[in-house]
């Protein structure tokens, strides 16, 4: 197998000094031919996706959170020798955290091998995690060192290694963490995860945490459902949901774009945000509302892809 890199075309090589727009161009070729292999491979790679699993919410974090993040990226975009290697480092960079958080901080400096096995003999960990790290030990030697019998590996053998390790890295992690999350309030996995997606929008964290708002919602739907046994998924993608009532004026921003307003449902005590057409925020001024306003009114949305309520528009109000 030979390997061919030259993706860059050499403009110097030719003479052409002035290459910007031509490097550009071919910056946009790249981008589509990206593309065009993204969505001939999308259903493998969500496929992947679906075939790691979910550990729900463990309160403590070490830097290898980011190693597993990455990990379960690579999975799932198919980059399996890269999912062994990642796991493996973050298996041992785990390993040390929780060494350390036990107070036996003289195993950093032991090699996974050593460090498990006293882990073991301390009764720290029992046989069930400790055949686990040395699972993904010696699967992450084989990967690291390129052994002839790794080599031979199909790629489907190598598949089901790099699942396997990374899933039982996960049930490693909620498995040694778990004792600490007895103080979790009901609720906080939620306020968490609003927080996290907040910090990510304002500050670019780390590649593979939440992609966007829409895995976001997901995540947000699995969360109300293990805490609160509420599905916020609430109808066939595309149904028509309309919802009346007295509600709050609790915000109107008729500069934004689009133009909203956030009401409080007096019955029920949740909120709602209302995008406005031009005509609706003309009725708005006529009618003199403002924050704090009391309405009676009638607003509509139609289900999102996910049978979620996403965006909500107003349909007829009137003034208290």
């Not at 090589?13 to 910056?27: A, T």
């Not at 039982?168 to 609003?194: D, M, R």
């Not at 934004?256 to 409080?264: A, D, F, N, R, V």
């Given at each position: 197998m030979r390997y061919f890199d030259c993706t860059k075309f050499d403009y110097q090589?030719?003479?052409?000094?002035?290459?910007?727009?031509?490097?550009?161009?071919?910056?946009n070729a790249y981008k589509h031919s990206f593309l065009s292999w993204v969505n001939n491979e999308i259903d493998n790679i969500v496929e992947r996706k679906w075939e790691i699993e979910n550990i729900g919410v463990v309160e403590e974090t070490g830097d290898f959170i980011r190693l597993i993040k990455e990990s379960e990226l690579s999975y799932s975009l198919g980059a399996y020798y890269s999912v062994i290697a990642l796991v493996g480092v973050a298996c041992e960079d785990l390993c040390k955290y929780f060494a350390n958080k036990k107070?036996?901080?003289?195993?950093?400096?032991?090699?996974?091998?050593?460090?498990?096995?006293?882990?073991?003999?301390?009764?720290?960990?029992?046989?069930?995690?400790?055949?686990?790290?040395?699972?993904?030990?010696?699967?992450?030697?084989?990967?690291?060192?390129?052994?002839?019998?790794?080599?031979?590996?199909?790629?489907?053998?190598?598949?089901?290694?790099?699942?396997?390790?990374?899933?039982?890295?996960?049930?490693?992690?909620?498995?040694?963490?778990?004792?600490?999350?007895?103080?979790?309030?009901?609720?906080?996995?939620?306020?968490?995860?609003?927080?996290?997606?907040?910090?990510?929008?304002?500050?670019?964290?780390?590649?593979?945490?939440t992609l966007n708002q829409e895995e976001f919602t997901m995540k947000l739907r699995y969360f109300m459902a293990d805490e609160f046994d509420m599905d916020i998924a609430i109808s066939e993608s595309g149904s028509l949901?309309?919802?009346?009532?007295?509600?709050?004026?609790?915000?109107?921003?008729?500069?934004?774009?689009?133009?909203?307003?956030?009401?409080?449902?007096?019955?029920?005590?949740?909120?709602?945000?209302?995008?406005?057409?031009?005509?609706?925020?003309?009725?708005?001024?006529?009618?003199?509302?403002?924050?704090?306003?009391?309405?009676?009114?009638?607003?509509?949305?139609?289900?999102?892809?996910?049978?979620i309520t996403a965006a909500w528009n107003l349909d007829s109000f009137f003034t208290i």
């Open positions: 090589k030719f003479g052409i000094e002035e290459s910007d727009e031509l490097v550009l161009r071919d910056k107070g036996y901080s003289s195993l950093i400096k032991k090699t996974q091998c050593i460090r498990v096995k006293e882990l073991k003999s301390l009764g720290v960990i029992d046989n069930s995690l400790f055949d686990k790290f040395d699972y993904i030990r010696k699967i992450r030697n084989d990967s690291l060192h390129f052994n002839e019998d790794f080599k031979s590996k199909d790629r489907i053998d190598l598949k089901i290694d790099a699942l396997i390790c990374l899933n039982k890295l996960k049930e490693i992690y909620k498995t040694l963490f778990s004792s600490f999350n007895a103080s979790h309030v009901k609720g906080e996995s939620i306020k968490q995860l609003i927080k996290d997606f907040a910090q990510q929008t304002a500050f670019d964290t780390s590649f593979g945490d949901i309309k919802r009346g009532g007295i509600f709050t004026v609790l915000e109107l921003d008729l500069t934004s774009s689009p133009k909203e307003m956030t009401l409080s449902d007096r019955a029920v005590g949740s909120f709602v945000v209302v995008d406005l057409t031009n005509e609706n925020a003309k009725n708005l001024v006529s009618a003199k509302v403002k924050e704090n306003s009391s309405i009676v009114a009638s607003i509509y949305s139609t289900t999102d892809h996910q049978g």
